[in-house]
């Protein structure tokens, strides 16, 4: 098979798979949605998008945070984005999720939209057991921020995720020092401040976690971030993984330290319960 015949080929399957996906919206027959999940896709815009929650492990987490949300009295916060485009909706589970994640290891959230440095805003402030309140910012990079300009201008964002024997070049790290950049206008200096990152790239955090968070903190040679004072408000980066387990979703948070953080390094209730590390300490 020639190069022209291969990418008729990849275009031809891409066109099945197109067909295909474009059958199948709305979560299949068989999960069962409970009441708060039906509320909120009852009202989706994005419900022709595509099948979440396609699986029963992710209808039942989703039942969990939206429990958690309302029990937090953040359910009619979260309902608009929720129900928005399916780009917005991820957002907001990443952040319940990360919520859920925090008050589940004993950090209560004692305010939710918190004022960092004015007049910027904060996913939460937690309260955890050492008495030390945390400012948290919560950031979702997405697959959509990795496509070329060429890509977006031919419509690639308005396709699936996954395409048919699609294949491309990733640098993950990036993605950390831009969350990074992006997040730290929002740290005010008098109280610890801690990021993390929950992504939906093409190839996630999740993989090979360490490598990507020494290259984009650690290593001067990818000016990593924590390897100078430049961002001394923020006291660590923490990368939220989840991954299906038995019947349920499992979530774990793995926290890297900025040795550079001035006055609010995080508090030792978090770097023990999170195992806070620094990769590779910077050359002073």
């Not at 891409?14 to 069962?32: I, L, N, S, W, Y």
């Not at 997405?142 to 308005?158: F, H, P, V």
Request: glycine residues 8%; proline residues 5%.
């Amino acid at each position: 098979m020639n190069r022209d015949e291969l990418l008729k080929e990849i275009e031809r399957g891409r066109r099945e798979h197109a067909a295909r996906d474009a059958q199948m919206k709305g979560p299949p027959p068989g999960v069962r949605l409970g009441p708060l999940t039906s509320t909120i896709l009852s009202s989706a815009h994005w419900k022709d998008e595509d099948q979440y929650p396609a699986f029963q492990v992710y209808t039942d987490e989703c039942e969990t945070l939206l429990e958690f949300a309302q029990a937090q009295g953040q359910f009619d916060r979260y309902f608009g984005d929720l129900t928005a485009t399916g780009r917005q909706r991820n957002a907001a589970l990443a952040e319940l999720r990360v919520a859920y994640h925090l008050d589940q290891n004993g950090f209560r959230i004692i305010e939710w939209k918190p004022v960092g440095l004015a007049p910027k805003e904060g996913e939460f402030l937690i309260l955890g057991q050492s008495g030390e309140k945390t400012f948290v910012e919560v950031k979702g990079p997405s697959w959509q921020s990795e496509l070329s300009d060429e890509e977006i201008n031919a419509g690639r964002t308005k396709q699936t995720k996954n395409l048919y024997l699609e294949a491309r070049a990733v640098a993950p790290w990036r993605a950390i020092q831009f969350a990074v950049e992006k997040a730290y206008e929002k740290f005010a200096p008098n109280i610890p401040n801690l990021l993390v990152i929950a992504d939906d790239l093409f190839v996630g955090l999740q993989y090979g976690t360490e490598i990507m968070a020494s290259m984009a903190l650690y290593e001067k040679r990818y000016q990593g971030r924590f390897t100078a004072p430049d961002y001394e408000r923020l006291g660590g980066v923490g990368i939220f993984c989840m991954e299906p387990d038995g019947g349920r979703v499992k979530y774990e948070i793995k926290l890297f330290l900025n040795p550079f953080a001035s006055t609010v390094f995080l508090g030792d209730d978090l770097v023990k319960v999170f195992n806070g590390q620094v990769l590779t300490l910077p050359v002073r």
